[in-house]
């Protein structure tokens, strides 16, 4: 079956770095769209990035700061964060669609503070 299993978070200072990974396994990951969201306390999940091949995408307010990167030797994703900003603490999640239906991993908890 699907699975998919976030690691990497942890408290980190403003301005400090981090690389989120994301283990996935049980479908066609070199030719599937894997998205990175997130989720804030009181606030709804938003979408943060995505790659697909050779393709990546991020969202405006991760620009120039996030990036995904994938490895498919390892079946793995990761969200490459730099310069990060209190307003990034959330909890962090992978997700693909296949078949109609959304999977996620169980999230890793990022927080920013000094």
């Known amino acids: 079956q699907v699975q998919l299993v976030e690691s990497g978070g942890g408290l980190v200072q403003p301005g400090g770095s981090l690389r989120l990974s994301c283990a996935a396994s049980g479908f066609a990951f070199d030719n599937t769209l894997v998205n990175w969201f997130r989720q804030a306390p009181g606030k709804e999940r938003e979408w943060v990035a995505y790659?697909?091949?050779?393709?990546?995408a991020t969202a405006d307010s991760v620009r120039d700061r996030f990036t995904a990167i994938r490895d498919n030797e390892k079946n793995t994703v990761y969200l490459q964060m730099n310069n990060l900003k209190p307003e990034d603490t959330a909890v962090y999640f992978c997700?693909?669609?296949?078949?109609?239906?959304?999977?996620w991993g169980q999230g890793t908890q990022v927080t920013v503070s000094s």
């Open positions: 997700n693909v669609h296949i078949a109609g239906r959304d999977y």
């Open positions: 790659t697909l091949r050779a393709v990546t």
